[in-house]
């Protein structure tokens, strides 16, 4: 059961490069998450799809885009990476069909350096 | 807007020990859920217990358990026989409810001293 995979695990690009993070889940999970986490400051809400065909901003959007492929799939793309973009990002899904009630299922993370 | 906080750092527990990470959170809501995730070193994020605040009980799991105190928006998660397993970063979280977005405190890192 692989539950969510996000690729890659590591990744190293240069100021102004641009790449994808990829982000599949085999849970039918409806809902779905891409959360950065820096020193000191937890996680923090990117962007989300809420269902399959919806996206929409989180708490720190700017810089990223997001394409919700289809409900399997949900992947981040970093149009010109800057170094404020290193950190560890985690892709995540929930599936509870109340809102809110679900615990959310995460990916082991993609460690992103800008340098 | 709801928020979490996670007022300790850092904290440290000697094997066998219990210990005690506090959450506070501030939410209008009159249900809403509460996590704690553990966080080891290899990164990955790991569900360790929950509670419904419409339920008066709180949730146990194993060595792990749960201090909600509603009226005081507290929700702490005791750690009873800690071993060294539980070095890792903890995080507390709550969903507002009705909505998809999962709010995470900053986390507190503890250690277990052999």
């Known amino acids: 059961n692989a539950g969510v995979t996000q690729t890659p695990k590591f990744q190293v690009l240069k100021t102004g490069q641009s790449m994808t993070l990829q982000c599949a889940q085999d849970?039918?999970?409806?809902?779905m998450y891409w959360y950065r986490q820096d020193p000191g400051m937890g996680l923090r809400l990117i962007y989300y799809?809420?269902?399959?065909?919806?996206?929409d901003k989180g708490e720190v959007p700017n810089g990223y885009n997001v394409s919700r492929l289809n409900k399997r799939e949900f992947s981040l793309r970093l149009e010109s990476a800057a170094p404020s973009q290193t950190s560890v990002y985690f892709c995540?899904?929930?599936?509870?069909?109340?809102?809110?009630?679900?615990?959310?299922?995460f990916g082991q993370g993609t460690r992103l350096t800008v340098v | 807007a709801q928020t979490v906080t996670q007022s300790q750092p850092e904290m440290s527990v000697q094997e066998a020990e219990t210990v005690t990470l506090s959450c506070t959170y501030d939410?209008?809501?009159?249900?809403?859920?509460l996590f704690w995730y553990k966080q080891p070193p290899s990164r990955q994020m790991i569900l360790v217990i929950r509670?419904?605040?419409?339920?008066?009980q709180n949730a146990t799991e194993n060595r792990f358990s749960v201090n909600f105190q509603k009226a005081a928006k507290s929700f702490s998660l005791k750690i009873s026989d800690s071993q060294l397993g539980d070095t890792a970063m903890y995080f507390c979280?709550?969903?507002?409810?009705?909505?998809?977005?999962?709010?995470f405190g900053t986390g507190t890192r503890l250690k277990v001293l052999a």
């Open positions: 995540a899904s929930s599936g509870h069909r109340d809102r809110g009630r679900g615990e959310a299922f």
């Open positions: 849970m039918n999970h409806n809902s």
């Open positions: 799809s809420a269902s399959e065909g919806t996206t």
């Open positions: 939410t209008s809501e009159s249900n809403y859920y």
């Open positions: 509670q419904e605040a419409y339920k008066q």
């Open positions: 979280a709550s969903p507002p409810s009705g909505t998809y977005k999962y709010i």
